[in-house]
Each structure stands twice: as structure tokens, then as C-alpha cells.
């Protein structure tokens, strides 16, 4: 059973203060996705990491996959209350058909 | 809106109860999955299905089983329910590429209440 660990599991910042959330496993996986899920809605992909080392910028959002393909981590900077929700990330293993492992969650707020 | 529409949007029923959840995947998309989400286990795979056949098979209690139509909806089935298995149930669909950045779109959920 692959294991995806977060950290922190909660975060409360002020409005324009950066911020890193961290994605962990002893596993590798072939690819890592994030997700953020608001209150009453389903996850939604931000971002699909597939290469070790790649990092992926999404506006404010940075992405990296480690080089080992076994940790990951989001970078935001500037932070706006808009970015509060649940962060998640998720990982795929080869030869697994689709079912993605996902980690804990992070839950972020940005106060204004 | 991610174009998966989950019926019925909450559920509220009994100990040893059975209910059904519905999911309509996206338009064009084979492969419906199943996921359970609770504070304590977070995000759960439970099920995939594909064009009709069963794909793929995670954490799902025997109590449970799923199906996909010709129509590619499919139907979670929950039976025998327990205090437990209040949470929230999502459904995903994707095209199913096979590819490593395959995206998966999910559904608004269906909130389980078992009292």
C-alpha cells in the first residue's frame, strides 16, 4: 500500500505571506497530481507532475516533484483568500489503472 | 462545474439500510471511478469501472458494489449500512488514455448519513 503523508495538516496565514505545502511517501510513484477542494465540491486538478525533478508553475502556484519521484511539494506565494480550500496531492503507480493514492490533505486558510 | 453529476446531493438513513448513489460521468468519458472521503481515512479509492467492466478494485467492503450501464452511468450500491460509512461518496470520470497525466474530473459528491 503506497502512502502519501502532508504537512501541515492545517495553515492559517495572513493575505500575501508565502507558503509550502509538502507531499512525502517511501514510495514512487510514475506520477503526482494536486488537487483543491472547496466545501461541498469534489477535488479539482491543479497540476500533474510526471518527471523527477519537474516543477510546474500555475500563476502563483509552484510545482515540484522530487528527483526520486517519491515527494512533492506546493509553493504559493502571495497568498489570497481565495487560494483557501483543502489541498491535496495525489499519486499514480504504474501499471495500477487509475487509482490515484491520495495523501491527507491540507487545510489552508488565507485570512484577509 | 466539472460536467459529473452525482444524485443524490445528501442521504440521510438508517443502521442495516441500503441505498443506491448515481453518478453521470462526463460526456465522452469511459471510465467512472468511486471514492469514499472521511475526516479520519481522507480520500479512499473504492472502485473504476470502464466501457461496463470492472477496471480496477480498491478499498471497497464487500457490503458495497458498483455497476456501469450502457449509458455509462453508473451506480454505487451500499448495503447493511453502518455509523461508519457516513462520509462522503465521489464519483470521477476520465477518458482513460492510459497516459501518466490522465485527468480525472469529479463530481460535487453525495454526503451519507447514517444514523
Known amino acids: 500500500t503506497q502512502l502519501l503523508e502532508q504537512s501541515p495538516q492545517f495553515l492559517s496565514i495572513q493575505e500575501g505571506e508565502n507558503l509550502t505545502v509538502y507531499c512525502n511517501s517511501s514510495s514512487v510513484f510514475s506520477s503526482l497530481q494536486w488537487y483543491r477542494q472547496e466545501p461541498g465540491e469534489g477535488p479539482v486538478l491543479l497540476v500533474t507532475?510526471?518527471?523527477?525533478?519537474e516543477v510546474k508553475k500555475l500563476k502563483r502556484l509552484t510545482f515540484q516533484f522530487g528527483d526520486a519521484r517519491k515527494d512533492s511539494s506546493l509553493h504559493i506565494t502571495a497568498a489570497q483568500p481565495g487560494d483557501t480550500g483543502l489541498y491535496l496531492c495525489?499519486?499514480?503507480?504504474?501499471?495500477?489503472?487509475?487509482?490515484?493514492?491520495f495523501g491527507s490533505g491540507t487545510q489552508l486558510t488565507v485570512l484577509p | 462545474d466539472s460536467g459529473v453529476t452525482q444524485t443524490p446531493k445528501h442521504l440521510i438513513t438508517a443502521t442495516g439500510q441500503r441505498v443506491t448513489l448515481r453518478c453521470s460521468p462526463r460526456s465522452g468519458d469511459l471510465s467512472v471511478y468511486w471514492y469514499q472521503q472521511s475526516l479520519d481515512q481522507g480520500l479512499q479509492f473504492l472502485i473504476q469501472y470502464y466501457n461496463g467492466e470492472e477496471r480496477a478494485k480498491g478499498n471497497i467492503l464487500e457490503r458495497f458494489s458498483a455497476q456501469q450501464f450502457p449509458d455509462l452511468h453508473s451506480e454505487l450500491n451500499l448495503s447493511s449500512l453502518e455509523l461508519g460509512d457516513s462520509a462522503l461518496y465521489f464519483c470521477?470520470?476520465?477518458?482513460?488514455?492510459?497516459?501518466?497525466?490522465?485527468?480525472?474530473?469529479f463530481g460535487s459528491g453525495t454526503q451519507l448519513s447514517v444514523l
Open positions: 495525489a499519486g499514480a503507480v504504474r501499471g495500477s489503472a487509475r487509482q490515484l493514492t
Open positions: 507532475v510526471v518527471t523527477g525533478g
Open positions: 470521477a470520470s476520465s477518458v482513460e488514455t492510459g497516459a501518466t497525466n490522465e485527468k480525472l474530473f
